[in-house]
């Protein structure tokens, strides 16, 4: 295939590799988006990356942009290239399910801020990727479309909530692709998929027409091939937005600026934290594979120290409160009177909203309802949501303390690699488990990223990137740095076809 | 039987008078076709996410300052969880723990006697759709849903059971609502339901200082029938003591048909609201010079408007009371003398006429046909002696029914006033020729028949003479100057 031909296969490409060849006309954005399209057709059966594709309109905007070029006009670094969208993000006149079956028939009005200015960009939206049931999930399991499958090994998870989006990507179903990420959403997939994904400082990416999980901790962000389609797209997307209040205000920066820089004397803390902590320890592979990657970061002249986060251990308990309380009451508006699925037969408006929760909802949300529900109760209030505030500031403080001391911090993203389908499923504890390196960063609100670091049992692991508030162009140059020192990302493209086609 | 006095406080729902909603930009116009005025945020349609109307804050504020609270910085928005149809999101978004006005006081008056009343907290929150049940369809058990309704702002005042007598329930009510009028954050209208009184009512043997059980009271929607819900309340409590039965603290109902207060089923009370921080707005810190500056727009309130029309325009104290119960009466008085006009003048046109026309015909004070222009006109008609009283009030009338100005008016209907010395004498002179008896009687010192005389002018003239002037030219004419 690509070893044949001048011209590698299209859909292989990163967007910005794809873009050269666009402005030089060596290719047309229909040519890119069949190229995708029949990558879909070949692999999604196995991959189940899509529950949804969006050819008529992905035609329309990919003729638009040729359009654009055959009369000479300039092209934006995304217009043209295909995008796969997770189906939590609203689309005007396009059924959006967060993969749960009390939204069947739900077809937004609105596009959410994101969608729109994607569509500003030029991008080419493919189609709606699979996730966890409200993203609430690590793994795709809990999809009321069934799981989706890891590129790297059919019999594996994803990892979740945004497994649809690292799959497409990691199986080159698109070219980039968003996710979201409440506990780790968009970096744990993307360290299981062998592909990078970024969670952005909350704030920083609007979160009007995402459909909310947990509204203090739910952020967009991109899901790519490599670190500067990453920086890309979150050129699109960032930046103030007056429909949603929580969104920074200040202009967001252009985040390819640091790309390139050298990292000499860029301090990088470790915190101990994230390798062992009581009941849960990374795994040797994963750990070894980090070590390494802190030795290449160290060969480029960065200084890397041992720091604790002492706080950082509280993280999951309180996210498994905060989160839960806040999808209680974000959830509750799914009841059958306005939109989605309605119970059929009811008798009276109780057991209509009742029928409808109980048929419309998987297991896993039922149980977040009454866990967040039984958090917010009289009498209980106290003694969890404001202390898993108070202590959520806690580690905030932490961040903030070692932050004014490393200007990185470099974890494992997840402390094991893609575990088998089904391997999880009845022990919610070991599956929440698994988003213990990615959880304090939510909780935190700053921005990390992840990106492949090498492989254990044959399978990618995950170097995860945190910095402080608001300074995600120190992350993406530190992660740039990394990438370009080893060039896992590149690496992981040969495999994939291996798999993927043989299935 | 012991004396019992009751204890009475309310909770205060008025609608703020924003052009647009609490968190989106629909429009709040009343009387829109059912779901016109919605949008995917106060549908609550998954993925939206609410911005803060500052109008709608500035007017809550406003209210607070006024009623002397302090106000928290920051102060916050909370989720008030529960499932109710008319509930888009299933939560309602309010404030609880932090609002935007907290332990202040509000002070008016009782039969001509300062009352205050403490004010326990005064918070913005968005109000919900509404459930019709149309005849045909709830034969197969549907309802229906209008949310044009759902997130109009709403200001909930709420207010320490300071209250002890229904004459004061009365006046504290009248007062807040002219104090939101003279604000100018709400039209406050009841039948409307832009303004809303809860009661919760208590009594106790006068002299003690414990509270009794208290009963809240919902469903009334006029200024009378709370004011017989509590009479009722009042007396239904004090009967229970007085037979010995216990007394429950509940939610009841008024039952405008059968006069009387029901308990509500306990179920449909007992909430658990789960409260929690809205995460979607964030925490407003008010800087003093933002609370100062609106501190400064404050207008001037009704008592000092009150005292200053006694003061000033030395308005009797009946009259300037009456005038400042309503923003709009009290707004027409201070234009119209603005335009150069006795204070007096204008108070007796609006005490008489106006007062009158307007109850005749079931106008709101905001609903006066008339402009205080058009009032000075005619005014300024009567004292240069082209009209008479009875011609002007004519005039009134008449600009009251078409707005027309009082010139037009005059010059349509022929009202110009006869004035003119001559043409008097002549009418006099005529006058007397004809009634000889009466003129000999004035002559010989009785007053009497100068009043018939004058009417006798009047008459000939078609109403038209110039009154003043008749009377003047008769007594001359008798005494022989
Ligand atoms: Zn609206």
Redesign the interface.
Same mark, same amino acid.
């Given at each position: 295939m690509g070893l044949h031909s001048a011209m590698p296969d299209l859909h292989t490409l990163t967007a910005h590799a794809a873009h050269e060849l666009l402005v030089t006309k060596a290719i047309s954005a229909r040519e890119l988006l069949d190229a995708v399209y029949a990558r879909i057709d070949a692999v999604d059966e196995r991959v189940h990356s899509y529950v949804l594709l969006m050819r008529e309109q992905a035609d329309a905007v990919s003729a638009r942009v040729d359009a654009k070029i055959a009369a000479g006009e300039s092209i934006g670094p995304l217009e043209g290239i295909p995008l796969a969208l997770k189906d939590i993000l609203c689309t005007q006149g396009i059924p959006t399910t967060c993969c749960s079956r009390v939204l069947e028939g739900f077809v937004p009005p609105y596009d959410a801020t994101v969608v729109r200015r994607l569509d500003d960009a030029g991008v080419v939206t493919v189609g709606k990727t699979n996730m966890d049931e409200f993203a609430m999930g690590s793994s795709t399991e809990n999809s009321a479309f069934g799981p989706s499958r890891n590129p790297w090994d059919l019999a594996r998870v994803p990892g979740g909530s945004s497994g649809g989006s690292a799959s497409a990507i990691g199986a080159d179903e698109a070219l980039i692709a968003l996710g979201t990420d409440t506990g780790g959403s968009i970096r744990q997939p993307a360290a299981y998929c062998g592909v990078v994904g970024m969670k952005p400082t909350y704030g920083r990416v609007s979160r009007y027409g995402l459909i909310a999980f947990a509204s203090s901790l739910d952020q967009i962000g991109p899901i790519t091939k490599d670190v500067r389609d990453a920086a890309l797209l979150m050129n699109a997307i960032g930046g103030p937005d007056p429909c949603d209040s929580t969104c920074y205000p200040e202009p967001a920066p252009d985040f390819t600026e640091k790309l390139g820089r050298d990292i000499t004397g860029m301090k990088i803390g470790v915190p101990r934290e994230f390798f062992s902590q009581e009941g849960v320890q990374v795994d040797p592979g994963v750990a070894e594979a980090v070590h390494a990657a802190l030795r290449v970061l160290e060969a480029q002249g960065a200084i890397v120290e041992e720091c604790s986060l002492p706080n950082v251990r509280f993280s999951l308990p309180i996210y498994y409160i905060i989160a839960p309380a806040e999808a209680s009451s974000n959830l509750a508006r799914y009841d059958g009177v306005e939109f989605g699925y309605r119970a059929p037969g009811t008798r009276d408006i109780v057991s209509m909203m009742t029928d409808t929760r109980d048929a419309g909802f998987g297991m896993e949300v039922k149980r977040r309802i009454m866990l967040g529900t039984y958090a917010l109760s009289s009498g209980y209030y106290d003694a969890y949501y404001l202390k898993a505030s108070q202590v959520r500031t806690l580690i905030r403080q932490d961040f903030e303390r070692a932050f004014a001391q490393y200007d990185v911090l470099v974890t494992p993203t997840a402390p094991t690699v893609a575990f088998p389908l089904g391997a999880k499923v009845d022990d919610p504890m070991q599956m929440y488990l698994n988003d213990i390196c990615t959880i304090p960063i939510n909780m935190a609100g700053v921005p990390s990223i992840s990106v492949p670091c090498g492989y254990d049992q044959g399978l990618p692991v995950g170097l995860q990137f945190i910095t402080a508030h608001w300074d995600e162009t120190t992350l993406l140059q530190a992660a740039y740095a990394y990438e370009q020192a080893t060039g896992w990302s590149r690496r992981a493209i040969d495999e994939i076809e291996r798999v993927t086609m043989a299935g | 039987m012991a004396e019992y006095e009751p204890v009475i406080g309310f909770e205060i729902h008025a609608e703020l008078a924003t052009h647009s909603k609490i968190f989106c930009g629909c429009s709040t116009e009343p009387g829109a076709p059912p779901n016109t005025h919605t949008c995917?945020i106060c !549908?609550? /349609? &998954?993925?939206? !996410? &609410?911005? /803060?109307n500052r109008t709608a804050l500035e007017y809550g504020l406003k209210v607070a300052l006024a009623c002397h609270c302090s106000v928290p910085s920051p102060s916050i928005f909370e989720?008030k969880?529960y *499932?109710y &149809?008319d509930l888009?999101?299933? *939560?309602q978004i309010s404030q609880k723990r932090s609002p935007i006005g907290l332990d202040g006081w509000f002070e008016f008056e009782v039969d001509g006697q300062p009352k205050r009343v403490s004010i326990i907290d005064i918070h913005l929150e968005e109000d919900a759709g509404k459930l019709i049940h149309p005849e045909e369809r709830s034969a197969a058990?549907q309802?229906l849903?209008d949310f044009n309704r759902a997130g109009v702002p709403l200001l909930e005042i709420v207010s320490g059971p300071d209250l002890r007598s229904i004459a004061e329930a009365e006046a504290y009510m009248a007062g807040m609502r002219q104090l939101l009028l003279y604000l100018d954050v709400s039209h406050a209208r009841m039948e409307l339901g832009q303004i809303r009184f809860e009661a919760n009512i208590s009594v106790r043997p006068k002299g003690s200082t414990t509270l009794g059980k208290r009963v809240e009271v919902k469903n009334v929607n006029s200024f009378r029938t709370v004011t017989r819900a509590i009479e009722y309340e009042i007396d239904r409590q004090i009967e229970a003591y007085e037979q010995g039965e216990r007394v429950l603290q509940e939610t009841r109902l008024w039952d405008e048909a059968r006069g009387m207060t029901v308990a509500m089923r306990s179920k449909e009370e007992s909430h658990?609201y789960?409260?929690?921080p809205e995460?979607? !707005?964030?925490p407003m810190v008010f800087t003093t010079e933002y609370l100062n500056g609106l501190l400064a727009q404050q207008p001037e309130l009704p008592a000092a408007r009150r005292t200053r029309f006694i003061e000033q325009f030395g308005l009797p104290a009946y009259d300037a009371a009456i005038l400042t119960s309503e923003k709009a009466f009290a707004d027409f008085i201070d234009a119209a003398v603005a335009l150069g006009v006795s204070p007096k003048a204008v108070s007796n046109w609006m005490m008489g006429e106006m007062l009158r026309l307007l109850n005749e015909r079931g106008l709101a004070p905001e609903a006066m046909p008339v402009q205080p222009r058009q009032l000075v006109e005619l005014i300024a008609l009567v004292e240069a002696g082209r009209i008479n009283t009875t011609q002007a009030k004519k005039v009134f009338e008449e600009m009251f029914e078409t707005g027309r100005d009082a010139e037009a008016i005059v010059q349509d209907r022929g009202f110009a006033q006869i004035s003119d010395t001559s043409a008097l004498e002549a009418i006099v002179d005529a006058v007397l020729t004809a009634n000889p008896e009466p003129a000999a009687r004035y002559a010989a010192g009785e007053d009497k028949p100068l009043g018939f005389l004058v009417g006798q002018v009047m008459r000939e003239s078609r109403g038209q003479a110039n009154a003043p002037m008749v009377n003047e030219l008769l007594r001359r004419r008798l005494r022989g100057e």
């Open positions: - | 995917p !549908l609550g /349609l &998954p993925g939206v !996410l &609410p911005v /803060l989720r969880n *499932y &149809p888009p999101k299933n *939560y058990g309802s849903v658990d789960r409260y929690f995460p979607d !707005l964030v």
